[in-house]
């Protein structure tokens, strides 16, 4: 790759960025000025319903990814609960 197309490349990503951010920081001046303390309120429980999401992947999801992932290679039946087979036990 030329000079030229690096130097390009480089140039549509930081525009990139630069029109995200002002359009991204516009909408939300505005959404704080129509809904005020709701609109906070709105982003911090989101906020804290993706901290809470990550914690429970780090510390149950990827565990039982884990033993999934052991069981197939071990070969044994992987059930996962009983609404995958419909509710009938595995022979």
């Known amino acids: 790759m030329n000079q030229y197309a690096k130097s ?15 359009l991204g920081g516009g909408i ?4 704080l000025l129509i809904g005020g303390a709701l609109f906070l309120a709105t982003l911090g429980a ?3 319903m ?3 999401g990550a914690f429970h992947y780090l510390f149950w999801g990827r565990g039982l990814e884990r033993d999934l992932d052991r069981q197939a290679i071990e070969g044994r039946k992987v059930r996962i609960g009983p609404s995958a087979h419909g509710g009938a036990p595995l022979p």
Not at 9 to 15: P, S
Not at 28 to 31: E, K, N, S
Request: net charge positive; hydrophobic share 70%.
């Open 46 to 48: 989101l906020a804290v």
């Open 50 to 52: 993706t901290v809470v």
């Open 8 to 22: 390009n490349r480089w140039r549509e990503n930081v525009t990139f960025a630069a029109l995200a951010i002002l």
């Open 28 to 31: 939300f001046l505005y959404m």
